[in-house]
């Protein structure tokens, strides 16, 4: 029960963090990435504050055996630069570019009530399915 | 280039609060708090170790909608591209994050954190091909 409430926590503030920075606001990470033209370089004190916490509570775990209510970390285990790593981020990036959104941030827009972003969310999801049900796939333990 | 509309504290504030969520999540769970991932593992395996995935995707959606009723002036949202455009990103996006195994959370912000050589390659990427996309659309005829 505490790990539900602890995730929904997580969710929660995740969620605001996105909105007071405006990650969930598609223009300004359009901003963002438009570098040759009117460069909005906010989004990068993003991930500036958000490295800076994690990374400390990342590395400070590390003297720890287990998670507070869990049994094992679950580090990525995964090492290879692999073309499905560099591919899928490329388009990754093509689709974020296309929208300005990624994952995080069209979930939390899609409660704002422009059905537009239901859109996105409901193509996102379709486009999930085919890799995640791909013939052979390896299991990805601990994936990022 | 001109830089237009910098909202460094702001940015910064919001970027601690996702720290904050990741490191929460790591301490307590021991789990990547990597959107991507978290919504590719409710959707395609249900009844795996999910209770704590649909619960943090529930406080992402309470996060906006809490927002949105209680304090709708501090929600900024400008989304000028159309339906059309926006189910092609989303497929792409979808597809993308599943393949290269993360996106802007998972890679960006706890890969680079955990200094993964293959999440610093990872956000380069999708860096580079995010921008490439804007300049694209923005500034070619």
């Given at each position: 029960?505490?790990?539900?409430?602890?995730?929904?926590?997580?969710?929660?503030?995740?969620g605001?963090?996105?909105?007071?920075?405006?990650?969930s606001?598609?223009?300004?990470?359009?901003?963002?990435?438009?570098?040759?033209?009117?460069?909005?370089?906010?989004?990068?004190?993003?991930?500036?504050?958000?490295?800076?916490?994690?990374?400390?509570?990342?590395?400070?775990?590390?003297?720890?055996?287990?998670?507070?209510?869990?049994?094992?970390?679950?580090?990525?285990?995964?090492?290879?630069?692999?073309?499905?790593?560099?591919?899928?981020?490329?388009?990754?990036?093509?689709?974020?570019?296309?929208?300005?959104?990624?994952?995080?941030?069209?979930v939390v827009s899609s409660a704002f009530g422009?059905?537009?972003v239901?859109?996105?969310?409901?193509?996102?999801?379709?486009?999930?399915?085919?890799?995640?049900?791909?013939?052979?796939?390896?299991?990805?333990?601990?994936?990022? | 280039?001109?830089?237009?509309?910098?909202?460094?504290?702001?940015?910064?504030?919001?970027?601690?609060?996702?720290?904050?969520?990741?490191?929460?999540?790591?301490?307590?769970?021991?789990?990547?708090?990597?959107?991507?991932?978290?919504?590719?593992?409710?959707?395609?395996?249900?009844?795996?170790?999910?209770?704590?995935?649909?619960?943090?995707?529930?406080?992402l959606l309470v996060a906006g909608l809490g927002a949105v009723l209680?304090?709708?002036?501090?929600v900024?949202?400008?989304?000028?591209?159309?339906?059309?455009?926006?189910?092609?990103?989303?497929?792409?996006?979808?597809?993308?994050?599943?393949?290269?195994?993360?996106?802007?959370?998972?890679?960006?912000?706890?890969?680079?954190?955990?200094?993964?050589?293959?999440?610093?390659?990872?956000?380069?990427?999708?860096?580079?091909?995010?921008?490439?996309?804007?300049?694209?659309?923005?500034?070619?005829?």
């Amino acid at each position: 029960m505490s790990r539900i409430v602890v995730a929904f926590l997580s969710g929660l503030v995740f969620g605001v963090g996105l909105i007071v920075s405006q990650m969930s606001n598609p223009a300004k990470v359009i901003g963002f990435l438009d570098i040759t033209g009117s460069w909005d370089p906010s989004l990068a004190f993003v991930m500036v504050g958000a490295l800076a916490v994690f990374g400390a509570a990342y590395w400070s775990s590390r003297r720890r055996s287990a998670p507070l209510l869990s049994s094992r970390f679950g580090t990525p285990t995964e090492r290879n630069i692999d073309p499905p790593l560099v591919a899928g981020s490329l388009i990754f990036g093509v689709g974020w570019g296309l929208s300005g959104f990624c994952p995080g941030p069209a979930v939390v827009s899609s409660a704002f009530g422009d059905w537009r972003v239901w859109v996105f969310v409901a193509a996102m999801i379709l486009g999930m399915l085919p890799y995640r049900f791909r013939l052979g796939r390896r299991s990805i333990p601990g994936e990022a | 280039m001109s830089v237009v509309n910098f909202t460094p504290v702001s940015a910064l504030v919001g970027g601690v609060l996702i720290g904050l969520a990741t490191a929460l999540l790591w301490w307590a769970l021991g789990r990547i708090a990597g959107v991507s991932s978290v919504l590719g593992g409710v959707v395609t395996e249900p009844g795996a170790d999910n209770a704590w995935r649909v619960a943090f995707l529930a406080g992402l959606l309470v996060a906006g909608l809490g927002a949105v009723l209680l304090v709708p002036g501090a929600v900024h949202f400008d989304l000028k591209a159309g339906a059309g455009q926006l189910l092609i990103a989303g497929l792409l996006v979808g597809f993308g994050t599943q393949m290269g195994s993360g996106c802007t959370s998972g890679h960006g912000v706890c890969g680079i954190g955990r200094f993964s050589l293959r999440s610093i390659v990872a956000t380069l990427c999708f860096m580079a091909s995010g921008m490439l996309t804007v300049f694209v659309v923005e500034h070619l005829p």
